[in-house]
């Protein structure tokens, strides 16, 4: 009863927030395990790590929480209704104010890929800092030269030429910038559902209202998402990639820029592309003079498992890949990597980026790819996301209010929904597991346009102790529904 009334609070906010809450609570078998198997009667408990975190005597929570509100942007947001003062993390755990630890599976948004605070990482990171932190690239220096050697080893094809950055954003800006000065060009296409960036540019090629302002966006064609669980066409490539051959001919001249996806859509709740998709749309636009470009920020450096970058799961080779996020696992860095003939149109002018190559963070990203081949992540990604999903799916079994378990490696997506044949956004239901979550001890992510994708992105040192232990509390949480 506690939880149906935490639901209708949420709801009856929703509404005086101005939000629309789909679907109704039901106190029927539709969030009930729907056979005779069951959760234990107790809480699932965290599994024993050998670590204990250092006393904290920092600000607490509410002194924070004050002068974040006083003097950073109120567009800032956070998790959980009652805000975690996170303090230390060690590998693939978080500890709060109170030293009380928890199991991260989002990564700081998908950020952290080896491990928070993962020794050979800092080792480097902090030994370059004693020596230099920075200098431009008007200087010369070994660390930018050595992990761009070490990037472009990892790349398909004539992927060869490497351009540093600081984020995600910064990456796809320069991308889009590259497909128009190649191209000669000026339209590019994305996908509804996506997510690029949230600058004034890349706010054209993001598709999701929650994060685009009313301004000028363009010249940007967004089409049908090849989504095998919403979409139209379910996991028809061909109709999905017809609709960008109509846009390419009666929204354009014919002629286009560039076409821009991720192979899975993170922010848009890990919508893993139709099969064949991307091969089918790159030949269309190459033939309307565009390039293609692969937004590897979340599904780069094993993450999938199958593959080391996402777009190999289509059987492509994109003219530019761009990166983020797990390149530093957690150190401000992006990358673009393309071909040596779409890189000469960047030198009709200066190119420059300040912190792009900064001695600290090429050593620090470096290290993470020394890390990730070492000890073999691309490979437990493979193993401990096929563990993952096939212990969701029984729980889906289980649990009419999953609509979908889907995903790659340890980039999954839980779908909750209060109707599976309308398939209807259980938004109140997972705000209420997202708080459940927490209280047990487990961070997840949230997704999709309607917020009701819980995101299982974990940093790759995950063990099967912790994957049992995140299924086991999702199935306390539901049965408590």
Known sequence: ?????SILRVRDQHRRNGFAVCGSFSTAPSTAPSSSSSPADSPPQIPRFDYAPKPYKGPLGDEVLEKRRKFLGPSLFYYYQKPLNIVEGKMQYLFDENGKRYLDAFAGIVTVSCGHCHPEVLNAIVEQSKLLQHATTIYLHHAIADFAEALASKMPGNLKVVYF????SEANELAMLMARLYSGNLEMISLRNAYHGGSSGTIGLTALNTWKYSIPQGEIHH????????????SNASMYAK??????????????AGFIAETIQGVGGAVELAPGYLKLVYDMVHKAGGLCIADEVQTGFGRTGSQYWGFETQGVIPDIVTMAKGIGNGLPLGAVVTTPEIASVMAQKIQFNTFGGNPVCSAGGHAVLRVLDKEKRQEHCADLGSHLTARFRDLQERYDIIGDVRG????????????????TPAKAETAILFEKLRELGVLVGKGGLHGNVFRIKPPMCFNKDDADFLVDAFDYALSKL
């Open 1 to 5: 009863m506690a939880w149906r009334n």
């Open 165 to 168: 950055v600081n984020s995600g």
């Open 223 to 234: 089409v049908v998402n090849p989504d095998p669980y919403r979409g139209i066409f379910g």
């Open 243 to 256: 609709d960008v051959q109509d846009h390419i001919d009666y929204g354009t001249s014919g002629k286009v």
């Open 408 to 423: 790659r490696g340890l980039m999954l997506g839980i779908e909750l929904v209060t109707d599976r044949k309308e398939k």
